[in-house]
């Protein structure tokens, strides 16, 4: 199956960016198309209306146009989304075709905190519903993300790495019955 992940901060330390690239091997080692949009490549202009999309904004949108699924690794800023990310999806929701109508999406994210970013998840549903795209009830979360994951973006805690094992499983059962 075609895939996206999208996400990760702007810092190249980022653990969302960690963890997107480790959902993203993952993802590649069973078999499907994945693409990545993280770190500089979300650096994009502010939106503005009547602005024409920068080149790397309709890489995305191309991107998105192809995938069969999006995942989206999202840090959680003042428990909601992060202005960078927000200004993605802002852009691609002017975009046409919308590539976010029926468009399925696994909803992840990585804090130092005790939440894990859960709090984003929530801006980040009604965002998403505000679109069309149908966002996986389940969603991937990782507290003290800092100690949590590895190196790899792995999660240590047993309990943590089977339920993104879990999670990843019901969204790619999801993205096949909607292809
Ligand atoms: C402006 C700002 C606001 C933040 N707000 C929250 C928050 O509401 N909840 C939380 O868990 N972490 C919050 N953090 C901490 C981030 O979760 C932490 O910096 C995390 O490492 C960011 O993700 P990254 O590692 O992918 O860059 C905030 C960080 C910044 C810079």
Redesign the pocket.
């Known amino acids: 199956m075609r895939l996206v992940l999208m996400g990760?901060?702007l810092?190249p330390?980022?653990?969302?960016?960690r963890l997107l690239r480790h959902l993203a091997i993952r993802l590649e080692a069973r078999g499907h198309d994945v693409s990545s949009f993280t770190g500089e490549a979300l650096r994009l202009p502010h939106y503005e209306e009547g602005l024409a999309p920068s080149p790397e904004t309709r890489t995305l949108h191309e991107g998105l146009q192809a995938a069969q699924g999006l995942v989206i690794v999202s840090?959680?800023?003042?428990?909601?989304i992060p202005g960078h990310l927000k200004n993605a999806v802002d852009w691609l929701s002017t975009m046409k075709p919308s590539p976010w109508p029926g468009l399925p999406v696994l909803l992840c994210a990585?804090?130092?905190?005790a939440?894990?970013?859960a709090?984003?998840l929530m801006a980040w549903r009604a965002t998403l519903a505000n679109m069309g795209a149908l966002t996986l009830p389940e969603t991937l979360t990782v507290p003290h993300?800092?100690q949590q994951l590895d190196g790899d973006g792995a999660a240590t805690d047993p309990r943590t790495a089977a339920a993104a094992a879990k999670t990843l499983e019901g969204f790619l059962s999801l993205v096949a019955r909607l292809r």
Do not use: H, I, T
Request: charged letters at 20%; hydrophobic letters at 30%; proline letters at 8%.
């Open positions: 990760g901060s810092r330390e980022s653990l969302n960016a840090p959680e800023y003042n428990a909601g990585a804090s130092p905190g939440f894990g970013g709090r984003a993300a800092d």
